[in-house]
Nanobody, 123 residues
């Protein structure tokens, strides 16, 4: 069992920044990838960014490359998503997930999810 708790969402103006945190506890050593996904109203959940837990290799959706950065603090078992140059299109509920699968970008391979944190970007 892996427990994930997100924090850091909020309301920000376009062009602003936010940093999301995902604190992991439990059997975190069983996870291959830690990732961030988001879901806007009326839309499907989509991949945002992920990190391979052992190697630190990172993966990004094209829509956030150059604006978002995923990082981790091993001592705190925490993954971060630094979001810069936010756009109204980034408005969504952001979820942290843990996967023991083969593909970092495939949501169906993520077994554990946090409760989500809302990010709202005003124009």
């Amino acid at each position: 069992q892996v427990l994930l708790v997100e924090s850091g969402g909020g309301l920000v103006q376009a062009g602003g920044s936010l940093r999301l945190s995902c604190a992991a506890s439990g059997r975190t050593f069983s996870s291959v990838f830690m990732g961030w996904f988001r879901q806007a109203p009326g839309k499907e959940r989509e991949f945002v960014a992920a990190m391979a837990w052992s190697s630190g290799r990172t993966y990004y959706a094209d829509s956030v490359k150059g604006r978002f950065t995923i990082s981790r603090d091993n001592a705190k078992n925490t993954v971060y998503l630094q979001m810069n140059s936010l756009e109204p299109e980034d408005t969504a509920t952001y979820y942290c997930g843990a996967s023991s699968g083969l593909r970092a970008t495939r949501g169906s391979e993520y077994r554990y999810w946090g409760q989500g944190t809302q990010v709202t970007v005003s124009s």
